[in-house]
């Protein structure tokens, strides 16, 4: 396969857009930028957000008009006109962390985030060893202040609309930053919490993650809900008539030479909610990373991973897993550019679809000329539950290098019923059987997860799911 490759390092990338040349003010764009400014200090940060907002005010939101958004429609957001008082309230009480399923193994290592601001007495960051670093943007101690300022908000596609308007809207960010040949095993958690009240809300959470060279670092990312109603009561495991609100995350992960970096990226926001996320990574040479990403939350949801390839022999590894149902949009966009020689990349992302639900998926991997001796593999499979589900899966290689080893595919199906007859013939139900199926077709993504605790819950969560069954 030989396509012409655009010369921009991540050439046609699924979340990378340009200010539109009409005249016409997106006015809704503007009225939410407008509601999500600071003004704060100046300061280099105060910078960004200011050069950030700039670029939003001349740019719109997607629609389906546009290639990379055709699959999604984002008309039901622009339908709510969001609140953002409650982005400055990151006062939860301690009872509440009970119900944010923080995972035991990180009882001692998280960092917790209301609304996009740090919240001390929700997080917990004890017995770190020297050289790393585990702390919210705006207590940064040292250098590490001056150091960030390279990092944030420096990485390709920073001025892709929503991207822009995370940095616009920035209120405080988490920081992870491991030193050179440190390596630290214990998984850092980072919990990103969106609170629901009268009005419909906007969270914008921020992440950087720097691991310098030689050294070795394991995060996860969780994106959940936590209801208010006007009494005061919470409640996080309930639907709510109040959990509409918008949640647009930033993370930018830098992984310096001969560093390896482990990204695990849960997602379950509300049924209501809306979240739209942004991956971006930038691997240096003999790097390694991998990101297990999960998704089964949000009405409508979409995550751009973009990877870029720094250097010659890198190892990046992609897993994903989508569990929707009932009328849910969840829509996955990656991009990975190897631009050097001896790349390795591997990509494998599934999809379950049940009800009225429609799962996206579009996965690109650019292989320039001077990308030889590259591998490159790439695999799509959806399982559909209902006759009334769908998928749209676009898996895509740009390759002009000539010697290269690269694959991509897609499969979609359903549970095939002479395999339910093979186990109702053992002595399981079909109900069961169904069930032992899909869980089946999802531990090989879930499995791949470190945090036991963590993968317990997901596997119980593909257990109970209740659309495996609506359709036979």
């Known amino acids: 396969m030989v396509i012409k490759v655009s010369p ?52 719109s939101v997607p629609s389906k008009r546009d290639e990379e958004w ?21 006062s939860l009480p301690i009872a509440s962390l009970q119900n944010l399923d923080i995972s035991p193994e990180t009882s001692n290592c998280r960092l917790v985030f209301v609304n996009g601001v740090y919240a001390p007495e929700l997080s917990a960051v004890s017995g770190l060893p020297a050289g790393v670093l585990v702390s919210n943007l705006t207590n940064l101690s040292g250098g590490y202040a001056e150091r960030a300022r390279e990092y944030l908000a420096q990485a390709e596609g920073t001025m892709e609309v929503f991207t822009a308007l995370n940095t616009a809207g920035m209120l405080d960010a988490a920081v992870v930053w491991v030193d050179k040949n440190v390596v630290f095993d214990t998984p850092i958690h980072l919990v990103f919490v969106s609170t629901a009240g ?9 992440c950087l993650v720097v691991a310098e060279t030689g050294s070795q670092v394991s995060f996860l990312e969780e994106f959940t809900e936590h209801i208010t109603n006007h009494e005061g009561t919470k409640d996080t495991k309930g639907k709510s008539e109040k959990s509409v609100y918008f949640c647009n995350a930033v993370t930018e992960v830098w992984v310096a030479d001969n560093a390896y970096v482990n990204h695990v990226r849960v997602q379950r926001d509300a049924e209501d909610a809306f979240h739209i996320g942004k991956t971006a990574v930038t691997q240096g040479r003999y790097s390694r990373y991998t990101s297990t990403a999960i998704v089964f939350g949000g009405k409508v949801s979409r995550h751009n991973l973009e990877i870029l390839q720094t250097g010659e022999q890198t190892e990046t590894t992609l897993n994903g897993l989508t569990m929707i149902s009932g009328n849910q949009v969840a829509d996955t966009h990656s991009a990975i550019a190897l631009n050097y020689p001896y790349g390795v990349s591997r990509q494998l992302y599934k ?17 320039p000329k001077l990308a030889q001796q590259t591998e490159a593999s ?31 595919g897609a499969t979609v199906s359903q549970l095939e019923d002479d395999e339910i007859f093979y186990l109702q013939s053992r002595g399981i139900d079909e109900d069961d059987a169904r069930h032992l199926l899909v869980n089946a077709f999802a531990a090989e993504i879930i499995n791949n997860i470190s945090v036991p605790s963590l993968r317990e819950s997901l596997t ?7 659309s495996i069954s609506n359709d036979r």
């Open 8 to 59: 921009s390092p991540i050439p046609n990338s699924s979340s990378i857009s340009l200010p539109s040349a009409v005249l016409e003010v997106d006015t809704y764009l503007k009225g939410l930028l407008d509601k999500v400014t600071v003004k704060k200090s100046q300061g280099w940060v105060q910078e960004l957000r200011e050069r950030a907002a700039n670029w939003v005010r001349h740019s």
């Open 70 to 90: 055709r699959f999604t429609d984002l008309s039901p957001l622009l339908e709510v006109q969001f609140d953002v008082e409650t982005r400055f309230i990151a």
């Open 198 to 206: 009268e009005m419909p809300t906007v969270s914008l959470p921020r």
């Open 351 to 367: 999809c379950i679809v049940g009800d009225r639900a429609h799962g996206v998926f579009n996965g690109k991997v650019f292989v």
């Open 378 to 408: 790439q695999l799509n499979r959806n399982l559909l539950l209902s006759s009334k589900a769908r998928v749209d899966t676009k898996p895509q290689l740009e390759i002009t290098a000539d010697n290269v080893k690269c694959a991509h």
């Open 460 to 466: 119980s969560r593909v257990t109970n799911l209740k």
